[in-house]
């Protein structure tokens, strides 16, 4: 599903080059929801983002599917990200003058499908996050947790074939922390999405399928991690 190679990245200041990622190497296959862990600083918002498509690595093939995207031009890699990619953020970003069904319906905006499919599918998905009762209202009047799952929902709206999710507990307490998780292995189960979530608890990459660990950039050897704990 994701195969990651010889992933190498760099970022450029007045200082010069600061290398942060190094090499980056695996694969995750359909349906895995792996882990991404480390501390802060470690790389893996970086490595998010360029698997994300945001923006492009300094060097090495990130492929999705059978598709390189380090290769696609611009308008090309636009169109993949709205069919094939979901995010989540850990601040949800979501449009706080629409309500939730619209911030949840957006993603389909710029394809041809009828408002009435639209509609009929937000609110599925809603329901699938246990948020029926709260379609109309808006993101103000939520809770963080709450918000997350609409996010959640909106992620899911194209079908992508994965999602990637940048510490989508970060901000939520325990408690809620673990609704959210059990929500999205629940979804990983019954949708088979791939996901790839970060996060730098290790208690929370614990309860995925798979953990991926940077280290200062670098990809740390999966056998010899579970070796060690
Ligand atoms: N746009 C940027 N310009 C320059 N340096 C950057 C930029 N974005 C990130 N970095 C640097 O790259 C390194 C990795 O950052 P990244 O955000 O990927 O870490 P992270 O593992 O997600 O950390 P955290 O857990 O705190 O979110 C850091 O040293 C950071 O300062
Ligand atoms: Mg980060």
Redo the contacts with the bound molecule.
């Keep these: 599903m994701l195969r990651v190679e010889q992933l190498s990245h760099s970022?450029r200041?007045a200082q010069g080059r600061?290398p942060?990622l190094h090499n980056i190497q695996f694969e995750i296959a359909k349906g895995e929801m792996a882990a991404l862990l480390?501390?802060?600083?470690?790389?893996?918002?970086?490595?998010l983002h360029l698997m994300a498509g945001f923006m492009k690595p300094e060097s090495g093939n990130i492929y999705i599917g059978e598709q390189d995207i380090v290769r696609m031009n611009e308008n090309r890699l636009a169109e993949f990200r709205r069919k094939h990619i979901g995010f989540i953020f850990q601040s949800y970003e979501l449009i706080p003058n629409l309500t939730i069904r619209e911030n949840v319906e957006l993603p389909l905006a710029f394809q041809r499908i009828s408002a009435s499919q639209r509609k009929k599918r937000a609110l599925l998905l809603l329901e699938q996050v246990g948020l029926t009762d709260k379609t109309e209202l808006f993101p103000s009047q939520l809770s963080g947790g709450q918000q997350q799952r609409v996010s959640i929902a909106r992620s899911l709206i194209p079908e992508p074939s994965i999602i990637f999710a940048d510490?989508p507990t970060g901000n939520l307490d325990t408690q809620t922390e673990e609704e959210i998780l059990s929500i999205l292995s629940r979804l990983n189960k019954e949708l088979h999405t791939t996901f790839v979530i970060?996060t730098?608890e290790a208690e929370v990459a614990d309860q995925m399928g798979r953990i991926i660990t940077?280290k200062d950039?670098y990809l740390m050897d999966e056998q010899k991690l579970q070796t060690v704990r």
Excluded: R
Aim: charged letters at 10%; proline letters at 0%.
């Design positions: 970022f200041n600061i942060v480390g501390s802060s600083g470690s790389g893996k918002s970086t490595l510490e970060v730098h940077l950039g």
